[in-house]
């Protein structure tokens, strides 16, 4: 009996375990309020219909295209610079490889751009790469958030997230990060 017992405590403790929720806003640590939402959306499909992501209707937004990728740039520009976001998202017809990634971090970490995290995390089921640095931009303190994740095709999706300023950057950053989770992409 105390046999089983042990087992069914063991199986209990790797299911809270593996429920653990490794989303990026918990792996970075944000706290995230939850805001109503009153926006007017816009949906966007990028030009190689890669993936699509919505928006709120009044925000700038740039597409690029070219041979090998496609990106959208948005941004909220009916608020200051300090209190918005800018929000990149894109899809590259190159392989990228997480080990080259880190070791590229590593070297960087003596130079203007400083990481305080970089690791492994989840975006939906996919495996992915982030990276956060801080650095000085345009005469704001800057942070970024840049998010790499594969496709079984040899291609892959790249997220930036630059927050310029010291206000609300928690929030700025779960902004974007609830525009990110609710990305639907069309490569595996």
Known sequence: MRHQLNILLYF???LVISCKDKSLKNTLDFTCKSIPENKKNITL?????????????????EL??????????????????????????????????????????????TTSDPIFKSGLSKFKT???????????????????LTVFFKNQNNSHYKLNIDVYGDTNTNQRFCEGLDIFESVNLFQN
């Open 126 to 144: 996919r495996d992915c790469f982030y990276v956060f640095s801080t650095s000085e931009k345009l005469g704001f303190p800057s942070q970024k």
């Open 12 to 14: 209990f403790l790797c």
């Open 45 to 61: 499909k990028d030009a190689k219909k890669t993936f699509e992501l919505s928006i709120p209707e009044n925000w700038k937004r």
């Open 64 to 109: 690029f295209v070219d041979t090998k990728e496609s990106r959208f740039y948005c941004a909220d520009t009916t608020r200051e610079l300090t209190e918005a976001y800018i929000f990149d998202l894109g899809y590259f017809e190159t392989e990228i490889n997480f080990d080259s990634i880190l070791s590229k971090n590593q070297k960087n970490k």
